[in-house]
């Protein structure tokens, strides 16, 4: 093997070499115009350097030829999709899924033909029950109010919303489009931990997160400011407020702003010095346990002058989120909202060991935290969020049978925007001007089509949504039970997610489960 790759970097060599001198003996005798030199000429360049190098060994042992490696690899992801990949594959979201977020978001044809492609007899397959006796559900009960008694300002929400999403993780132009297509379909757009720009200011409501580096109301020392706090939330377009504790994409990891995409225009949103890493530490430094989580929530309360105030978590340790459960009891300060975010989220970057292996699932999340807010009496205070993969109105009617009041989503928004998965978010590079600060990239991506697109889905997937449960002989969503809804738990067996997930339906025993036998 060594003697094969020997021959093969000394063929490259002899015949880079034996190109340069005939060209310049032809053009020597007139037969070659010396500008066509330089091909030669680069070609031994490249030779020189690839074998000087040490950090690739193909390139080192096959130069030139070891370049095309490299060159096809950068467009694997794109090649996948187009040429190899089947309607049910793909990740995290296989082509199906990706295409009727198109269709939506265009407002066409949103109609499949000629069966299902997934396997009904597969292990893990969820489905839900329909009714011969179907409803009409009606678009008026698909908002939710979020505030309980000690909120002054309640925000009448709608069931789906965008979800966090920064201005520095997205483009400007991303940005604007996804709030304006807010306005236009009268939801909520997260903010995202990043602070709030003047793209989320184009008219949709706001849903203002502040993560650990308190990035727009943030001291120079990296503390939480409460007048710049105050002052961001005295926004009219502020209408609730969320803290992050932990989201699914990393959830107990910090994040790193690098120093050259911290602008001097991001600096400003941030209230950073610009051209600096700027980190966001893994924890919060203005509470240290479970009361002074709750102290905090309700200083945010206050000095918002009564706006919705909650915290997002990936549920990990139990007894950690049980123990600010028994803290609102003891302190009696109840948040007005709670957001699970499942271990799926994925618009964050992060290293492999979080994205895969860390934090709980959202139907996983969805059904604990419901289930310790029912048992310490609770649930009727305090408005549950979900946001994981929910993209299609099943997956919205799924996570409200599991305790959601309402549902985010951001990588169904992405798509929205014209995303095509082409796994570029971290890298700067996102070639639809989503993911990215290169101008030459995001100057593309038009904002009054995508903000019609952006509007378009949220209000087609609602009414799948409603046509679903409708079909389910559901009239609103505050109706819908986890008894219709079933997973495929062995060759012969479908359960329902009553009698998988609740202890409250053991009277109904013959709907729990299909027996095949």
Known sequence: ???????????????????????????????????????????????????????????????????????????????????????????????????????????????????????????????????????????????????????????????????????????????????????????????????????????????????????????????????????????????????????????????????????????????????IAVHSPAGHTAFSNSVELLYFLKKMRDLSKGKPVGFKICIGRQDEFISIIQAMKETGIVPDFITVDGSEGGTGAAPLEFIDYMGMALADGLIFVSKVLKEYGLRDQIKIMASGKIITGFDIAKAMSLGADACYSARGMMFALGCIQALQCDSGKCPVGIATQDKNLYKGLDITDKSVRVAHFHNNTLKAFAEFIGACGFDSPKAITPDVFYRRIDHKTNESFASLFFNNYENKTKTEKINLN
Request: include cysteine.
């Open 1 to 275: 093997m060594f003697l094969k790759k020997l021959a093969v970097h000394h063929i490259i060599w002899v015949a880079t070499i034996s190109f340069l001198v005939i060209s310049c003996v032809l053009a020597y005798l007139g037969n070659l115009n010396y500008f066509f030199l330089i091909i030669p000429f680069y070609l031994l360049y490249i030779i020189i350097q690839d074998t000087s190098q040490s950090s690739h060994t193909v390139k080192k042992n096959y130069p030139i030829v070891g370049r095309f490696r490299y060159f096809l690899e950068s467009f694997r992801p794109e090649m996948r999709q187009y040429f190899f990949e089947g309607e049910l594959d793909g990740k995290p979201f296989n082509r199906r899924q990706r295409s009727i977020v198109y269709q939506r978001a265009k407002n066409v044809k949103q109609t499949i033909s000629f069966g299902m492609q997934d396997d009904p007899n597969r292990i893990g397959y969820e489905w839900a029950a329909h009714s011969i006796y179907p409803k009409r559900a009606d678009k008026q009960f698909f908002r939710t109010t979020v505030g309980n008694e000690q909120c002054l300002q309640p925000y009448s929400a709608s069931i789906y919303n965008i979800s966090a999403m920064s201005y520095g993780a997205l483009s400007k132009t991303a940005i604007s489009s996804l709030n304006k297509g807010a306005q236009l379909g009268g939801f909520a757009h997260n903010t995202g931990e990043g602070g709030i720009s003047n793209f989320h200011l184009e008219g949709g409501d706001l849903i203002w997160q502040i993560g650990t580096g308190y990035f727009g109301c943030r001291n120079d020392d990296g503390t939480f400011s409460e007048q710049l706090y105050a002052e961001k939330t005295s926004f009219p377009q502020v209408k609730m407020i969320e803290l992050k504790l932990s989201q699914g994409a990393k959830p107990g990891h910090g994040g790193l702003l690098p120093g050259e995409k911290n602008t001097p225009e991001i600096a400003k949103i941030r209230n950073i010095q610009p051209h």
